[in-house]
């Protein structure tokens, strides 16, 4: 069994996040590949699939996106979970990503999306990042979960390998 893990990320944290997600499923002994969304170029191979993107003014970042929708018949067929990072922990009201959940399970038929707060830090951003930034008083910082992003891993290699 091998599970492809793709990605879509702006200034880093969420492919940090999808390669915490690869480790503990390769702890739990599941054979994974980790791709940049815009590497993906057939999902039919995998025997699930995970996809997470960076989320920006409610939306995922266009790669991510495009891979769901360039493959959707393909993952209607298997397992597949999606992950969004950007969640303020500070601000738990605000879900970064509810515009698209119900449209990202639709979509995919994912199992199951996963909300991650993220790392905010000024270096990097443009003028329209630094005013969302105030707008929704979000303070900058590392607010990586890991225990939350490995325990949401590992119960997705125990439902692959008990499916097996």
């Given at each position: 069994?091998?599970?492809?893990?793709?990605?879509?990320?702006?200034?880093?944290?969420?492919?940090?996040?999808?390669?915490?997600?690869?480790?503990?499923?390769?702890?739990?002994?599941?054979?994974?590949?980790?791709?940049?969304?815009?590497?993906?170029?057939?999902?039919?191979?995998?025997?699930?699939?995970?996809?997470?993107?960076?989320?920006?003014?409610?939306?995922?970042?266009?790669?991510?996106?495009?891979?769901?929708?360039?493959?959707?018949?393909?993952?209607?067929?298997?397992?597949?979970?999606?992950?969004?990072?950007?969640?303020?922990?500070?601000?738990?009201?605000?879900?970064?990503?509810?515009p698209q959940v119900v449209w990202l399970l639709a979509t995919s038929g994912a199992r199951?999306?996963?909300?991650?707060?993220?790392?905010?830090?000024?270096?990097?951003?443009?003028?329209?990042?630094?005013?969302?930034?105030?707008?929704?008083?979000a303070p900058y910082g590392d607010y990586l979960d890991w225990p939350q992003i490995v325990?949401?891993?590992?119960g997705i290699a125990d439902e692959l390998v008990a499916s097996r």
């Amino acid at each position: 069994m091998t599970v492809l893990v793709a990605y879509a990320s702006k200034h880093g944290s969420t492919a940090e996040v999808a390669e915490g997600i690869t480790d503990a499923l390769v702890d739990r002994h599941v054979a994974v590949e980790l791709l940049a969304a815009t590497d993906v170029r057939d999902v039919g191979r995998y025997d699930a699939v995970i996809v997470g993107s960076a989320v920006y003014y409610g939306r995922w970042l266009a790669a991510a996106h495009g891979l769901l929708v360039q493959h959707r018949q393909e993952l209607l067929a298997k397992p597949v979970w999606v992950f969004s990072v950007g969640r303020i922990p500070q601000r738990p009201e605000i879900d970064i990503a509810a515009p698209q959940v119900v449209w990202l399970l639709a979509t995919s038929g994912a199992r199951e999306h996963q909300s991650f707060a993220g790392r905010l830090t000024p270096a990097g951003l443009d003028w329209r990042e630094r005013s969302a930034v105030r707008v929704v008083r979000a303070p900058y910082g590392d607010y990586l979960d890991w225990p939350q992003i490995v325990a949401w891993a590992e119960g997705i290699a125990d439902e692959l390998v008990a499916s097996r």
